[in-house]
């Protein structure tokens, strides 16, 4: 009798264990998958994410272009680099001579004057640069969504106009400011960036990218590929790991050919969260790949800031989102210009944003 009640002892212990066991993985596992990707975002976390395997040695200079050589000082930029090259007419070459790989972020907010006479040489009005020595490859706008924001708009200025510089780059910075007192709408304000960024410049390249991720590594290229591009694989705040596969969100890059195709980002997402993920979904539709650098290169640093509540009806408008691909973004945008203002480290775009339904209810084709 003694050894039946110790058996059945045993086996109660051993079911136990088992319980907890399933219960800490399943607790791991939710908790490493965002809520959205579970409702209406679907589509996210099990589409399988491409990788561009790029991990570039340091590149070493033709015989015939001089380079000094780079160092990083203590705010981890880089000395100036004097660079000598036969011609203007010689097109850039694919890889920058003057990347210096991993960078320190530095979180010391600077006032704006000194941020302008520390990295704003040789820009010009409205944060825009183009390299003397050599003809750029890329013409980038750089798009970030922008309310109240303003000491890590400091510090994003200060990071990384050093590196488009050194990954000679055409480019140009737009902070577009919602000036309105409506819930903040981070994919609209996106949308008005490439609108009004096209006006002043044929850019080819779009980089969407809020204003509180910084890169620790100018070999994660501001560029765009064929295909689109999640540049913050791995950010501090999440242990360098992405939260789940299909994640679209932070910094990703688009060609302007990419955004016509998507009709731009869905104007329905007022507050925060849902609307990386309902791009996710328009890329998987219209049957494109989500490229990566390896983590180890496309690192960031968030600056520290409040967190934000996630909206309470990000959900059900991820969830029909797949109806309106067609008939919300570009094509329905609507806002006042409030303002446009050029500065030396960036152009300033203010405006209040307008409320919109999409064209037509009707499902997005499967064309």
């Known amino acids: 009798m003694h050894s039946l009640n110790i058996h059945k002892m045993r086996y109660i212990l051993k079911s136990l264990a088992l319980i907890v066991i399933i219960l800490i993985f399943g607790y791991i596992f939710v908790t490493s998958v965002s809520e959205d990707s579970i409702v209406g975002g679907h589509l996210n976390y099990f589409r399988p994410v491409s990788y561009i395997p790029m991990d570039p040695p340091y590149p070493h200079m033709e015989s015939n272009t ?54 704003g040489s040789e820009m010009s009005i409205g944060g825009k640069y183009s390299p003397r020595e050599c003809m750029a490859r890329h013409k980038v706008a750089i798009v970030l969504p922008y309310r109240n924001r303003k000491a890590q708009l400091a510090l994003f200025l200060e990071h990384m106009h050093p590196i488009l510089k050194r990954q000679q780059l055409d480019y140009g910075i737009y902070v577009v400011n919602q000036a309105d007192s409506n819930e903040f709408n981070r994919a609209m304000l996106f949308n008005v960036g490439f609108v009004e960024a096209l006006k002043e410049a044929n850019w ?30 791995a950010v501090n705040t999440l242990k360098y790991k992405l939260p789940y596969a ?33 791009m996710a979904n328009r890329v998987a539709h219209y049957k494109m790949t989500v490229s990566r650098y390896k983590p180890a290169i496309a690192r960031y640093t968030m600056a520290k800031h409040k967190k934000e509540k996630p909206s309470e009806q990000r959900l059900k408008v991820l969830k029909d989102g797949h109806k309106y691909f067609n008939t919300d973004g570009l094509n329905n945008l609507q806002y006042d210009l409030v303002s446009k203002k ?14 919109v339904q999409p064209l037509a209810l009707l499902p997005a084709s499967n064309s």
């Not at 980089?207 to 540049?231: G, K, Q």
């Not at 679209?248 to 849902?274: C, D, E, P, R």
Request: charged share 20%.
């Open 204 to 233: 080819d390249c779009f980089i969407f990218h809020d204003v509180d991720l910084l890169p620790e590594d100018d070999r994660n290229l501001y560029t765009c590929p064929d295909t689109p591009r999640h540049m913050s694989v």
């Open 66 to 119: 001089k380079q000094t050589k780079q160092t990083n000082d203590q705010s981890g930029q880089s000395s100036k680099t004097n660079l000598t090259y036969p011609s203007k007419s010689i097109v850039c070459p694919p890889i920058p001579p003057s990347l210096v790989g991993k960078l320190k972020v530095n979180e010391v907010v600077h006032k704006m004057d000194s941020i302008e006479a520390s990295v």
């Open 342 to 355: 050029q500065f030396l480290l960036y152009t300033s775009i203010s405006v209040a944003l307008k409320h």
């Open 246 to 278: 299909g994640i679209f969100g932070g910094v990703v890059a688009l060609t302007k050919s990419h955004i016509l195709t998507l009709n731009g980002f869905s104007n329905q997402f007022w507050g925060w969260g849902g609307e990386d993920d309902d």
